[in-house]
């Protein structure tokens, strides 16, 4: 069975039953499959966690003012230990997910672990290298002391609530206090158990959150979310009978220019040339 996205509003899924009919017997040689093949398998990448006094961490410390209680050799990348230091993402995990991942990495493939909490960026206007993911911010708020400001509720409606991406600073009552702050990622919050990543630029304010996020927040502030939902949809049915509009002309045009290409010169020889055929696939519309 074939789930497409748009169906359920969920990612795009293949489904199988598979019925085991009868015992086999297989050779245990045979199950460990040829050395050749063992080359081509796919390698994990490794869970590089962060060592004492990182100099990435200092950076994020100083700028977010991170309490010393914060457990940051807890934070890993997904990069080889020579290759770390350029790592895009830090993620987090407890004590107990840490120790397993440490002593099982070389013996079972770890494919995700922790939750993301940090993400590099080169943006000129930040004063530290990595802004915050709102994956991670429920955790890691209770120890931040710098970059987060309490706002009132209509202007946590107003952003959540706004077409555009990016607010106009001048819209919002805590205007005042949200350029008190550093330029980059600020958290905003109305109630401490539902803190924002936001961006901040040097006139608007854009929240770091998805659209599924959005509405998860609108609900707990006793937002009647079914319009939007509505437009959403909609929204995303227009975008995906454009792009298979798109996809469609594009194949008629290789296919058109295929031909008109074939068409110049006789073929000479009996045997029909093996037909090169490029699958259009439709591309998912992008997070964040």
Request: charged share 30%; proline share 3%.
């Amino acid at each position: 069975m074939r789930i497409t996205p748009h169906a359920q509003d969920t990612g795009g899924f293949f489904v199988a039953l598979i019925e085991k009919v009868s015992e086999i017997n297989l050779d245990p040689s045979a199950a460990n499959g040829p050395a050749w093949k063992k080359k081509k398998m796919f390698k994990d990448e490794p869970f590089t966690f962060l060592k004492l006094d990182d100099e990435r961490w200092h950076d994020i410390r100083n700028h977010y003012g991170v309490d010393e209680t914060f457990l940051y050799q807890n934070l890993f990348s997904r990069r080889l230990e020579s290759n770390d230091a350029n790592s895009r993402q830090l993620f987090y995990a407890n004590d107990a997910v840490k120790n397993f991942v440490k002593e099982n990495m070389a013996k079972v493939s770890i494919q995700n672990a922790g939750m993301k909490m940090f993400s590099r960026t080169e943006g000129k206007v930040e004063n530290t290298r990595f802004r915050l993911s709102q994956e991670g911010i429920r955790y890691l708020f209770k120890f931040m002391n710098k970059q987060k400001v309490k706002i009132g509720a209509e202007d946590m409606l107003h952003m959540l609530k706004s077409q555009e991406n990016l607010v106009p600073m001048e819209q919002l009552e805590c205007k005042g206090d949200v350029r008190k702050q550093q330029n980059g990622t600020v958290v905003v919050y109305c109630d401490e158990d539902e803190p924002v990543c936001t961006w901040v630029g040097y006139h608007t304010i854009a929240p770091y959150i998805s659209k599924e996020e959005r509405l998860h927040l609108l609900r707990m502030m006793g937002v009647d979310c079914a319009e939007i939902e509505l437009l959403m949809k909609s929204k995303r049915k227009e975008k995906a009978a454009q792009d298979r509009e798109a996809a469609r002309a594009r194949k008629q045009e290789e296919t058109g220019a295929s031909g008109e290409a074939g068409s110049s010169a006789p073929v000479e020889s009996k045997e029909s040339p093996e037909e090169n055929i490029q699958e259009m696939v439709e591309s998912a519309p992008s997070q964040e």
